[in-house]
């Protein structure tokens, strides 16, 4: 199974400022998945980040707001930008290591620690 | 994305009696279902999935059950232990999750 570390784990931050989040997978993966989760609620799917393509996001999510990198397979970021208390969240990048026996979509899920982050 | 909630936000069960965990999806094109679980102050872990050509899959402890005419998923774990004890959601072949999750907690 995948290893996933995050960083940070958490932090706390100024209203207005932007924080980048680091995700390293211990294998090669083609799929990696950036999710927010609130307080008290499951998680949201912010965007789809593939190597050597634009992330796709989810409804309600914008590129200007969470850009996001994937120079290789191994990698990628979140940045959440000019952030304000709304944005205080559990944030966690996790992969799909490999289709399931069932074919594409089917693979299991490897989720981070996660980073939380706490906006003042 | 989906937009239907559990049916429980908590559930309190006595250690050793068996837990049921509902959730309900309206996306009918979900061909896929995946249940996790979430300790705190950890990341979600893989528990059991489940295809939409099946309506029932067991695993060590677990089963999840499937009714695709009421659109409703469920996960049942045998003998509840203190180790249970966690958040529980499902997460459907798009990676989208239903609900805010259920908090299960184990009664000594």
């Known amino acids: 199974s995948a290893v996933i570390s995050q960083k940070p784990s958490r932090d706390i931050c100024q209203r207005g400022t932007s924080l980048t989040i680091q995700c390293q997978v211990d294998s090669q993966v083609t799929m990696m998945f950036w999710y927010r989760q609130q307080p008290g609620q499951s998680l949201t799917l912010i965007a789809t980040?593939?190597?050597?393509?634009?992330?796709?996001?989810e409804s309600g999510f914008v590129i200007d707001k969470f850009p996001i990198s994937r120079p290789n397979l191994t990698f990628s970021t979140l940045t959440v930008s000019n952030m304000s208390p709304e944005d205080s969240s559990i944030y966690l990048c996790s992969v799909e290591e490999r289709p399931g026996t069932g074919g594409a979509n089917t693979g299991e899920l490897f989720f981070g620690e996660g980073s939380r982050l706490t906006v003042l | 994305g989906e937009n239907v909630g559990l049916h429980l936000p908590t559930l309190s069960v006595q250690e050793g009696d068996n837990s049921i965990i509902n959730c309900a999806y309206s996306?009918?094109?979900?061909?896929?279902f995946i249940w996790y679980k979430q300790e705190s102050g950890k990341g979600p872990q893989f528990i059991i999935d489940?295809?939409?050509?099946?309506d029932k899959r067991q695993g060590q402890r677990v089963t999840v059950l499937l009714n695709k005419t009421v659109k409703h998923l469920s996960l049942q774990i045998a003998a509840t232990q203190p180790g249970d004890s966690a958040v529980y959601f499902c997460l459907n072949d798009y990676k989208l999750s239903f609900g805010a999750g259920t908090t299960v907690t184990v009664r000594a």
């Open positions: 489940i295809r939409s050509n099946m």
């Open positions: 980040a593939n190597q050597g393509s634009e992330a796709t996001y």
């Open positions: 996306n009918s094109a979900s061909d896929y």
